[in-house]
């Protein structure tokens, strides 16, 4: 089978959505203007049932909404639209209305970005000392994306937004130069969409004895919920599995980091032949996503990923909150509610399908689990901790945060206490 790429601009006009209400197309038409949006024939033909369509989660997942913007932002950019705008004055309104969507949240630009002397080497990411993230310049697109993405400045064609390096030569230079990371993420975008021999050059350098510091290799994609053909039918899928093969008999722990984000996604021949392959190879494949409305926030929807997860051999690693940038309005859900459906759906499930952590938020300090609530000297408390962190000394560091109904995020908490957090006063040290 081969893949074909619907963009936003079309989505409108696709014989599914023609069917549908007017109000809703035109609705896709306001929104895609703004938020990026791509499917694929697979997506359409395999994952959507469109006779539950809008209400359809892999809909949902994919589709715009007009939920997804604040109501005077997609107004202004409807009427420009309606009208007939100047192309000049609709550029406008939709670069405007991009900035108020916190296109690269937690600080990724401003304190992630490693520097070489006054360089800032834009294309990779080090916020943890053992992980170095690494955005190939050819991987920064997917099969089809989803509406929440917290990525989502990555496809909008804003360079100055636009995280990646131009070829392999930056990343391994500097990995060569830090001992101190053991783990490198591919990222993106998704660099499954590169082809085997772009990938190559990134990866089978690490294998290599001057890299014998890196230990694990990750690569995060989503093409096997959206294009598992990748690893099956493809023109150079044999390619990609023996690159995977020769990764792991080099003794590179090779992870595939999966993104399900709903049953469904696991249910297809495709998908599960794909899965098979990929462990073949001897690469592990761990799967997470977010927490989101509309998508997969009932607890019997996760308790049934992960029972299907582990029967396939796929481990559940994170459930993550919806991060605040994008449509986050729409998908959001507050914390409260966060930690109950994921305590739900963990209490329905067996031990070895109780790996995923959660509910986890990507702040700009770290990781922070909620592990739950408590009452702490007369006040109700959120109980935190650091599963990773910009200073080692903070992982596993509990700490609390008053108890709050409306918050969605971690900025949204205040100290418990009126105590400051207490990275605060514990800077992170140079270098760690």
Known sequence: MKMRAVPGARLAHLPQVQRMDPAVRRDIEVVSSILPFKVNNYVLDELIDWDRAPHDPIYRLTFPDRAMLPEAVFGEVAELIDREAPRAELRGAVHRARSQLNPHPGDQLQANVPQAGTESLLGLQHKYRETVLVFPGQGQTCHAYCGYCFRWAQFIGVAELKQAVPGPETALAYLAGHHEVSDVLFTGGDPMIMSTDRLRGYLAPLLE????????????????????????????????????????????????????????????????????????????????????????????????????????????????????????????????????????????????????????????????????????????????????????????????????????????????????????????????
């Open 209 to 432: 004895p001057r890299f014998a510091h890196i230990r694990n290799i990750r690569v995060g994609t989503k093409a096997l919920s959206y294009w598992p053909y990748r690893f099956t039918t493809d023109d150079d899928a044999a390619d990609l599995l023996r690159l995977l093969e020769q990764a792991t008999a080099a003794g590179r722990h090779v992870a595939v980091m999966a993104h399900f984000s709903h049953v469904r996604e696991l249910e297809t021949a495709a998908c599960r032949e794909a899965i098979r392959r990929i462990r073949d190879t001897g690469a592990v494949i761990r799967a997470q996503a977010p927490l989101v409305r509309h998508v997969n926030d009932d607890p019997a929807v996760w308790a049934e990923m992960w029972r299907t997860m582990t029967s396939l051999g796929v481990a559940p690693y994170y459930m993550f909150v919806e991060r605040d940038t994008g449509a986050s309005q729409y998908f959001e859900l507050p914390l409260h509610r966060a930690m109950a459906i994921y305590r739900e759906a963990l209490s329905s499930v067996s031990g070895l399908e109780r790996t995923a952590r959660g509910p986890v938020m990507s702040a700009s300090p770290g990781k922070v689990v909620v592990d739950g609530t408590a009452r702490v000297a007369g006040q109700d408390v959120f109980c935190l901790r650091f599963l990773q962190a910009r200073d080692p000394r903070w992982v596993g560091r509990p700490f609390f945060a008053k108890h709050d109904e409306h918050a969605v995020w971690f900025d949204d908490l205040k100290p418990a206490f009126d105590e400051p957090w207490f990275w605060q006063s514990d800077p992170p040290r140079q270098g760690s």
